[in-house]
């Protein structure tokens, strides 16, 4: 059968006739039939046309062309978090650590506490959050005992004015300090106790040793999550020394987040397209992802956003799918294999997929022949696509359901025109 193929541009018509008998010779007939004997197939333009006896039709093998409902197949990904749902925690604030309150895996909601600090710069925002409330509540004070002598005519209209300007001041500098403290992860309810404490009881406040803030006034500072999810990934340990300029520089190994929180549930999946898939790609189509770490299951997920550039090196397209994970299994950072799926009102022009041995390329076009009734084979053009894993999506020129050769094209070719 292969040296069939490999020499039928040298063969006419009549000798392919004869050899074909020779092959079914060698595979055991007892007689060999003359080249005579054998029936010549009728050429009608593109179409040909064999007798039910012919040798030459069990060199040809037909399959039904198949709807095709993948838009790309088998397309290369790599899963990490989602980060709609996953935050990076860092400190504000230098200090060491003295203690670390999780671990990996453990579960974490909003304002959770992760680790705690003993910061110098913690303790130095609350001073100035005690003294800017203590300098407002005296300047308070001294505007209203000025008013009060003002309309007894013991003071001044300038002094209630110094009075006021005075009162501004303090409370100009309260919400820089308030700024300042909640920029640092405080919270309101740190003032209203500050504020509620120091109205009480100004000697016990200013130490902070009242119920309810000691262990929010003191240089004790505590690193929240600002997402409820799963610790993924710490980077912290007991006695170390964290200082927000390291973490914030451009070097990257000082760019670690001490933690990261994230939802494991959903993850975010990168694909590397070739820029002939384009068209064929749009957001919200299915995703089917398999994993070599569980062979027998399949992932769902949908495409999300579509890169408006080329990757330069590589010349491929990034598109990036959210994945479902409610069991977890998939982790961060696996490689898996990613078919998309074809939109559903763009499968009636998504064409058919067929063998790529069933198409030819004669002069820059592509053909391929179609069985229209047993022993009946017309040739026609059809547009295609780009091959992949043995099949090859046709877009014009065949319907699915017809059925196409998928063995022996060549051969009926070089029938329909010896020339080539």
Known sequence: MNYFLRYKHLLGTGLIAALAVMVLAGCGK????????VPSPKVNGDEVVFLTNSPQLDFISVEAAQPRTVAVKHVTGRLYWDDDVTVHVFTPV????????????DAVGVDSPLAELDSPDYAQALANARTAVGNLMAADKSLSRTKELLAHGAYAQKDLETAEAAYIGALAERDRAKAVLLNYGGSDRIYSELERAMAEDRSEAASGNYAGTKNELNSLYV?????AGVVVDKSINPG?????????????????????????????LQLDVAEA?????????????????????VFTGAV?????????????????????????????EMYVTVDIVQATDKLPNAGVEISASAVFLVDGTYYLFVQTAPGHFHRQTVKVGTEQDGEIPVFE??????????????LLQSIVNPAD
């Open 30 to 37: 007892n007689e060999v039939a003359s080249p005579a004997s």
């Open 304 to 332: 999300e956003k579509i890169s408006a550039t080329l990757d330069p090196a590589t010349r491929t397209l990034k598109v990036r799918g959210a994945v479902a994970n409610p069991d977890k299994l998939l982790k961060a």
């Open 240 to 268: 170390q020394e964290i200082r927000p300029d390291f973490q914030l520089a451009s070097f990257q190994p000082m760019v670690t987040p001490l933690f990261t929180v994230s939802d494991p549930t959903k993850l975010w």
């Open 397 to 410: 020129g065949l319907t699915a359901g017809q059925q196409v050769v998928t063995e022996g094209a060549l």
């Open 94 to 105: 230098f200090g060491r650590v003295t203690k670390v309150l999780v671990d990996v895996g």
């Open 223 to 227: 690193v929240c999550s600002p997402l």
């Open 277 to 297: 898939d384009l068209p064929s790609l749009e957001p919200g189509q299915p995703l089917h992802i398999f994993s070599a770490a569980y062979p027998d299951l």
